[in-house]
Nanobody, 122 residues
Framework: QVQLVESGGGLVQAGGSLRLSCAAS????????MGWFRQAPGKEREFLAA????????NYGDSVKGRFTISRDNAKNTVYLQMNSLKPEDTAAYYC???????????????WGQGTQVTVSS
């Protein structure tokens, strides 16, 4: 099982950018597809993006297509979420997940980090 730690959250004005990081422990990081989700108070967890083991394939949720970009650096055991053109409705706790199966990552399964808070002010 992989251990995940998110970072990079904070307070940003609408229209700004943030880059979130998710650092994974273990030498098998490159074996895991990875994903990002978010959850706002009173709302269900929402799929944002997923990336394959090599980084060659990605998948995005409709609400963030064209604004968010997922990437990974297997040498650093880290996956990133670059968030541009942020809106107040992007305010949420952001989580990364990992699982040996890409479909499981997209479905919201696998191992999870503790989350990092993103707040976008208007």
């Amino acid at each position: 099982q992989v251990q995940l730690v998110e970072s990079g959250g904070g307070l940003v004005q609408a229209g700004g950018s943030l880059r979130l990081s998710c650092a994974a422990s273990g030498r098998t990081f490159g074996s895991y597809p990875m994903g990002w989700f978010r959850q706002a108070p009173g709302k269900e967890r929402e799929f944002l993006a997923a990336i394959s083991r090599s980084g060659a394939s990605t998948n995005y949720g409709d609400s963030v297509k064209g604004r968010f970009t997922i990437s990974r650096d297997n040498a650093k055991n880290t996956v990133y979420l670059q968030m541009n053109s942020l809106k107040p409705e992007d305010t949420a706790a952001y989580y990364c997940n990992a699982d040996p199966l890409f479909q499981t990552v997209v479905a919201g399964g696998g191992s999870w980090g503790q989350g990092t808070q993103v707040t976008v002010s208007s």
